[in-house]
């Protein structure tokens, strides 16, 4: 089962690093993007996004229960989750609010969730890096 952790996890790193990092800022950056439309596309994105990444931490817990795991791999896990669990729960709905304000025409609304998240983020990637290997490491 630690294949399918690696794995599954290293897809999940693949993910966040490609729309986080990728996506999100080059999406700006587009003829005819504006910001408004921009934010809206960034908030479907990341919601499709963020529920891949539940149905993905979902997967490893259900693979660290059938197989053998170190403790590296447990805390590890519990890290990167507790992460998520910040983001979605006390980050995203900030941004979400700022997101609307910007829609209904307050450009003007200045937000730090931004820089949060993007902490967050960068904590994340670490726990997926370690995560990954660590599950390679006990096979």
């Not at 690093?17 to 587009?30: D, G, H, N, T, Y």
């Not at 994340?124 to 370690?130: E, N, T």
Request: proline share 4%.
């Amino acid at each position: 089962m630690n294949l399918a952790v690696g794995a599954i996890t290293f897809v999940w790193l693949g993910m966040v690093l490609a729309i986080s990092f990728l996506e999100a800022p080059v999406k700006f950056r587009a003829p005819g993007i504006t910001v408004p439309l921009g934010l809206g596309i960034g908030r479907l994105v990341f919601r499709a996004l963020n529920v891949v990444e539940v149905v993905l931490l979902v997967g490893i817990g259900v693979a660290l229960l059938l197989g053998p795991r170190s403790a590296t791999v447990g805390w590890t896990t519990a890290a990167v989750a507790l992460v998520l669990v910040l983001q979605l729960a006390a980050v995203r709905p900030a941004l979400n609010a700022r997101t609307r304000r910007v829609l209904a025409g307050d450009p003007h609304t200045g937000s730090r969730a931004h820089l949060v998240y993007i902490a967050l983020e960068l904590l994340k990637i670490a726990g997926l890096v370690v995560l990954g290997l660590a599950a390679y490491a006990v096979v």
